[in-house]
């Protein structure tokens, strides 16, 4: 086994979930992930590739994967066996902003002269904040690092200077802080691979395969992404990642897309060794509708389930040529609300164009999507948005029952509901405007929210309240919401009676725990406090995984057989040659 240049390190979202009493709410319940965030960006995919395409030897270490699967995991001690010339952390997601610095603060305890690399949407947007902490030494900005990670590598390497390192925020020898100028910013992503192939090849080479598996149950449900851009066109205002967070971030003014040719070729090669879904990240019409179309008729006829977005309606043509493109499709639509000056105050303007007072195109879609003979269409709906009220929410709920009733008969259409939590996410137009778009913020900083991750429930942890409804009515009415939601989706048969009653069962607990925990921080005494607290752990984990929705009800059924296995063989095949012919050419 080669020793890594870089280790890519994923920590869980709170470092010590398996020891803090935290009801962490269903803030994953709509993502493959469990409430400790344990899924990796797919950057760490791309990144990875792309330095081994130039000598560099990486590995992916899903910590927070390993330390769920196993109880008994050490993970510190797993960190002091690593002996790499860099360690990478991403703090992509502000949930990690505890689990990621606590990991940072380990490799240091035992590496204090190894570098340790942080990058990701979170970090870039607190760069600044994350280099005056003594556990990280770098920051690499950017919704594409890969060039300018290389370059660090290499001026590490070499010792070379650090101040034409695109994109990277650090402090000099004398601790003065440098923000490099921000150069590296790619219009197109044809230099950038998310190439699954890697993956199964570094599971043979680091004969780990734990290390590398993307979220808790992946191996049952090996969903797999494909990404058609880097960037968004669309402004939710809540969203850090909208066509205004990316430009004011990043400098982005249009996404970078893959193009139809490349992308085409990544849905094949998935294909190729994994029987799972394929999701393919982001409205394809964002770049056109060229863009979608060459697109589809390169992939006429793809088999196995493909999971397709919509960011707002399509016409019946648009819709017949995704199905017959994926004849198992399970197109997601995020409507938000069923109010469309609701959905207009978060951003999402459709409703104003044609039709101003009612939902009409959303009804053609969803329509068209069924009459085409999409196999599944989930439509999302969220709580905690401008000009929405307890009242409005309960109202979706209704919109939901009329849905189903109107097209709910075949079992096809699927309402889900979730609160946007835990975070207001930063750089977002609500973030940087709260007070504009009726949010009132709890924490700013990096730090603000890192303590706020160890709150012992949700409630506390959630950074916003809105001028609509508070931080209690948020969790009240989420609660009520989905309530009613498991109601309606047992009696058109999408869950069965025994799921119905165990959703009800886990929410009645969580509410009667969030009470508890509301009146157990009355305690002033902090030691009987935490003590009090922490009895009531085991009753937490209860309910802290999948508190609203089954996961077998948004997972698509997966066949027998969920891998190519001749594929893989090849694969490995494949890495152990080269490692027979000594690997590849490594920088000195
Ligand atoms: C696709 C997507 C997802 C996918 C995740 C796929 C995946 N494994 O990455 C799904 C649907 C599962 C998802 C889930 C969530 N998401 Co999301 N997601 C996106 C989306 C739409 C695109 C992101 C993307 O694919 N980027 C491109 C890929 C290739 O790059 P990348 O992974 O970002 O990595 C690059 C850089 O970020 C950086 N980088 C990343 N890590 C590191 C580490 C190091 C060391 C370095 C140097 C660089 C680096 O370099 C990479 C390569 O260039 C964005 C919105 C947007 N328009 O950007 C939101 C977004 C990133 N998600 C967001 C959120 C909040 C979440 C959730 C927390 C929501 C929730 N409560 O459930 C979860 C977290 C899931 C988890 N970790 O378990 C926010 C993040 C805001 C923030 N600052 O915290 C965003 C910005 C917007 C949003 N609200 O949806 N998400
Ligand atoms: S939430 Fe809206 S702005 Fe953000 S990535 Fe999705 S569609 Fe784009």
């Not at 890192?450 to 009515?473: D, F, H």
Request: glycine share 6%; hydrophobic share 40%.
């Amino acid at each position: 086994m080669t020793k890594p240049h870089l280790v890519l390190l994923h920590a869980p979202s709170v470092y010590d979930f398996r020891k803090e009493a935290i009801l962490y709410g269903p803030i994953s319940d709509l993502v493959p992930s469990t409430p400790i965030f344990e899924m990796y960006p797919i950057g760490f995919t791309t990144l990875a590739e792309y330095l081994e395409r130039h000598g560099f030897r990486t590995r992916i270490v899903n910590l927070a994967v390993r330390m769920l699967r196993d109880r008994d995991f050490d993970a510190e001690a797993f960190i002091a066996s690593l002996d790499p010339l860099a360690f990478g952390i991403d703090l992509h997601w502000l949930p990690h902003a505890q689990g990621a610095l606590e990991v940072a603060k380990i490799v240091k305890r035992h590496h204090p002269q190894t570098p340790v690399i942080m990058g990701g949407f979170s970090a870039s947007y607190y760069h600044q904040e994350l280099v005056t902490r003594q556990e990280v030494d770098y920051v690499l900005r950017g919704d594409s690092t890969e060039g300018p990670l290389l370059q660090l590598m290499k001026a590490l390497v070499s010792r070379g200077p650090l101040d034409s390192v695109a994109n990277l925020t650090w402090r000099d020898e004398r601790g003065r802080l440098k923000v490099n100028p921000f150069t590296y910013l790619p219009p197109d992503l044809s230099d950038v691979a998310l190439d699954y192939s890697h993956l199964v090849k570094a599971v043979v080479r680091d004969r780990d395969l734990a290390s590398n598996i993307p979220f808790f149950n992946w191996l049952e449900y090996p969903i797999m992404a494909s990404l058609s851009c880097r960037g968004c066109t669309q402004g939710c205002v809540t969203c850090g990642g909208s066509a205004y967070a990316s430009r004011h971030l990043f400098g982005r003014e249009k996404p970078a897309y893959r193009t139809p040719e490349m992308l085409a070729q990544d849905i094949k090669d998935i294909k190729r060794f994994s029987r799972g879904p394929v999701f393919l990240l982001g409205d394809l019409r964002q770049a056109g509708i060229d863009y979608a179309q060459e697109l589809l008729s390169s992939l006429r006829g793809v088999e196995g389930e493909a999971i397709v977005e919509l960011f707002a309606p399509a016409s019946q043509e648009y819709l017949e040529e995704v199905v017959s493109s994926f004849p198992r499709l399970c197109l997601e639509f995020s409507l938000e609300s069923h109010d469309p000056k609701v959905r207009r105050a978060f951003g999402k303007g459709y409703s104003s164009l044609q039709d101003p007072g009612g939902n009409e195109e959303v009804e053609a879609t969803i329509r068209h999507a069924l009459e085409a003979g999409c196999q599944r269409l989930d439509i999302f709906f969220m709580i905690g948005l401008p000009q929405q009220t307890p009242q409005s929410v309960m109202e979706t709920i209704d919109y939901c029952g009329a849905l189903l009733e109107r097209f709910g008969g075949d079992g096809r259409l699927h309402p889900y509901i979730s609160p946007l939590a835990p975070f207001l996410d930063p750089g977002s137009q609500a973030f940087e405007q709260p007070r504009k778009y009726g949010y009132r913020l709890f924490y700013r900083t990096l730090e603000e929210h890192r303590r706020a991750l160890l709150s012992p429930s949700w409630k506390c942890i959630l950074n916003y309240e809105t001028r609509w409804m508070k931080r209690g009515e948020i969790v009240e009415t989420t609660y009520e919401a989905q309530l009613r939601l498991s109601r309606l989706k047992a009696a058109y048969g999408l869950i069965s009676d025994e799921e119905r009653l165990a959703t009800e069962e886990r929410i009645s607990k969580a509410k009667e725990l969030i009470g508890r925990i509301d009146r157990l921080l009355e305690i002033e005494d902090e030691v009987q406090r935490k003590g009090e607290l922490q009895a009531l752990k085991p009753q937490m984990d209860e309910v802290n995984f999948a508190t609203l929705h089954e996961d077998r009800e948004l997972a698509l059924p997966v066949g027998w057989g969920r891998w190519n296995p001749f594929w893989a063989v090849w694969l490995l095949a494949q890495e152990w040659w080269d490692n027979l012919k000594g690997g590849r050419r490594a920088p000195s």
